[in-house]
């Protein structure tokens, strides 16, 4: 049977022995500790799983031809050159311009008309709304390599545009038009209060006033987050640059696809070509990555 204390010098503790609530945050700083280096743990692991891709790329691209073997991928280069950089620059420089061109109109003019259509859909709704929506929502959905034969024949000939950059512009904007209505409309239900728009009306305002001067200006986290999309996914775009433009006038991701070969390999050139076309993206997310977060935050994309 456990003895029960009746005197002082028995709840006294032990030397060296804490009390019961010392020894609760003894365990609870434990595992804190514990939980936290967990985390860093994994958190490192990820890293390097993700940048070893980046990694080797890296070291391959400053390797000259007789250095890059599969044996010694994970190893610095004996003789560095840049003689890979070179000439992926020189085979880069114009369909970068281009593919600049074409991601920069196309993220605009889809972010405009997804503007317009989501504060549509979201505040000044018409009979038929929601299935007029859904169908947007259907072009989000479509096998793009299944409809690329039709495509191309539509719009060479009947509509008469040719390969290259305009054609690729049009396109973009087109297939972008439903990501960026879906984005804009999820914000403004959210971002947007009735209250204020019906105050718009009261004082007779119309549709165009009341966007122009109340929804516009709030709809800067929105923007961002379908620039950032918009600018990203036609700048990596590979498919309708097979199909809808040709070497001379393509974007940067056909002259990659050029670049690498067929028959006989540079992968020296191609891993910095691969560095170079990305360098674009990765500066925008540098820059823009907290407003592109916030805005993910603020309701865009819920």
Request: neutral net charge; hydrophobic residues 50%.
């Amino acid at each position: 049977m456990t003895a029960i204390p009746t005197t002082a010098a028995d709840t006294t503790p032990l030397a060296g022995v804490p009390e019961a609530p010392e020894r609760d945050q003894q365990a609870s700083t434990s595992r804190a500790t514990t939980a936290r280096t967990v985390r860093y743990v994994l958190l490192i692991l990820f890293l390097i799983i993700i940048l070893v891709p980046a990694y080797v790329m890296f070291v391959t691209s400053f390797k000259p031809a007789a250095e890059i073997t599969t044996s010694r991928s994970w190893f610095l280069p004996q003789n560095w050159t840049l003689t890979g950089w070179s000439k992926a620059w020189d085979t880069l420089a114009a369909p970068m311009g281009r593919s600049l061109a074409i991601a920069t109109i196309a993220a605009a003019i889809s972010s405009m008309l997804g503007s317009l259509n989501g504060f549509v859909f979201a505040k000044w709704k018409f009979p038929g709304a929601n299935i007029v929506f859904t169908l947007f929502l259907f072009g989000m959905f479509l096998p793009y390599p299944a409809i690329m034969i039709p495509l191309q024949q539509m719009l060479f000939n009947d509509f008469g545009l040719s390969q290259g950059v305009t054609t690729l512009i049009i396109v973009h904007t087109i297939f972008g038009i439903p990501i960026c209505s879906l984005i804009f409309r999820n914000y403004y239900a959210t971002a947007v209060p009735n209250e204020i728009l019906e105050a718009a009306r009261v004082d007779g305002a119309g549709m165009w006033r009341t966007y122009t001067s109340i929804v516009l200006p709030v709809s800067i986290p929105g923007f961002v987050v379908t620039l950032i999309w918009q600018f990203t996914s036609a700048w990596n775009d590979f498919l309708f640059a097979l199909f809808l433009s040709s070497p001379n006038n393509g974007p940067a991701t056909y002259a990659l696809q050029q670049l690498s070969g067929a028959q006989n390999p540079d992968y020296g050139s191609s891993m910095a070509g691969a560095l170079i076309a990305s360098a674009p993206t990765l500066v925008i997310y540098i820059v823009l990555g907290r407003y592109f977060v916030s805005g993910l935050m603020s309701g865009s994309v819920k």
